[in-house]
């Protein structure tokens, strides 16, 4: 099952998190190596980056899966 991977603030640190889990799956010192390690594991999950800024507000998402929208262009 692929779970949509958040990258949370954690106190002073970054937390790696899927999507209903109750424990973080990595906890980092830097945003971009939290965003690094769910980008992978989204990829290899085929499902969503969803990455939070320091005051938990979604700052930016990118998809790896299936996308259901039809875009031309």
Known sequence: MSKNQHVL?????WA??????SK???ITDTQKEAIDIARQIAKNQQSEL????KNGSIREKDSF???PRKIKG
């Open 9 to 13: 603030p954690n106190g002073s640190k």
């Open 65 to 67: 899966g299936n996308d």
């Open 16 to 21: 790696v998190k899927g999507a209903g889990n």
């Open 24 to 26: 973080n799956t990595r």
């Open 50 to 53: 969803v990455v939070h800024g």
